[in-house]
């Protein structure tokens, strides 16, 4: 386990843009990857988005937030961001920082944070 914690939701209009952090309580490139899920109230947590850490920071995006959001990372600063622009109704939600490996290609998370609500009021 590691710790994890989230900053940066609150309520924003749709259109409108919010700057997610993570910060972690380790080096991160001692970790393979991490990413972002969210959760809308009453349904599963989903993948957002993942970058690996080494490997030229590849990054990957659900479909729904492609061009939209961007994952990055600080390593000086041991904090990975989600930069969301233009969002949307569907985007509200608990968005969740994980770390994690991957195996076969797919991202499988091993720690989470707390969350942090994003609200996106139409």
């Known amino acids: 386990q590691v710790r994890l914690v989230e900053s940066g939701g609150g309520l924003v209009q749709a259109g409108g843009s919010l700057r997610l952090s993570c910060a972690v309580g380790a080096n991160i490139f001692s970790f393979q990857g991490m990413a972002w899920y969210r959760q809308p109230l009453g349904k599963q947590r989903e993948f957002v988005a993942s970058?690996?850490?080494?490997?030229?920071?590849?990054?990957n995006y659900a479909d729904s937030v492609k061009g939209r959001f961007t994952i990055s990372k600080d390593g000086a600063k041991n904090t990975v961001y989600l930069q969301m622009d233009s969002l949307k109704p569907d985007d509200t939600g608990v968005y969740y920082c994980s770390r994690g490996r991957f195996i076969g290609g797919n991202y499988v998370s091993d720690s989470w944070g707390q969350g942090t609500q994003v609200t996106v009021s139409s």
């Open positions: 970058i690996r850490i080494l490997l030229g920071g590849h990054t």
